[in-house]
Nanobody, 123 residues
Framework: QLQAFGGGLVQAGGSLKLSCTASGSDFNNLAIGWFRQAPGKEHEGVSCIRSSDGRQYYSDSMKGRFTVSIDNTKNTVYLQMNNLKPEDTAVYYC??????????????????WGQGTQVTVSS
């Protein structure tokens, strides 16, 4: 199971750094991705990183603002979010997959991998 944490309330233009930790195991060379669900909207992929080599993937709307990174020694994936916008308000989740492109195109059902963390961006 993966646990996301680090969310909070921030003003537009601000930054937050989320963390995703695997409990009881390492990432086993899987891809670890972030996805989110905003109120009244479909969930969408945000970013993904391959634990084997650190290759990063982003959804188009997050490129340049979000940075995903990994620390395999801590079994933790991070999502640095800069220049946050009110439309980034959502519950953010992390999950594992075999492939980053497929993860971003079709992320899992929210809650299926663990609790998310709420990010609220005020205008």
């Amino acid at each position: 199971q993966l646990q996301a944490f680090g969310g909070g309330l921030v003003q537009a233009g601000g930054s937050l750094k989320l963390s995703c930790t695997a409990s009881g195991s390492d990432f086993n060379n899987l891809a670890i991705g972030w996805f989110r669900q905003a109120p009244g909207k479909e969930h969408e992929g945000v970013s993904c990183i391959r634990s084997s080599d650190g290759r990063q993937y982003y959804s188009d709307s997050m490129k340049g603002r979000f940075t995903v990174s990994i620390d395999n020694t801590k079994n933790t994936v991070y999502l640095q979010m800069n220049n946050l916008k009110p439309e980034d308000t959502a519950v953010y989740y992390c999950a594992a997959d075999w492939s980053c492109p497929s993860f971003l195109q079709s992320p899992p059902v929210p809650g299926s991998w663990g609790q998310g963390t709420q990010v609220t961006v005020s205008s």
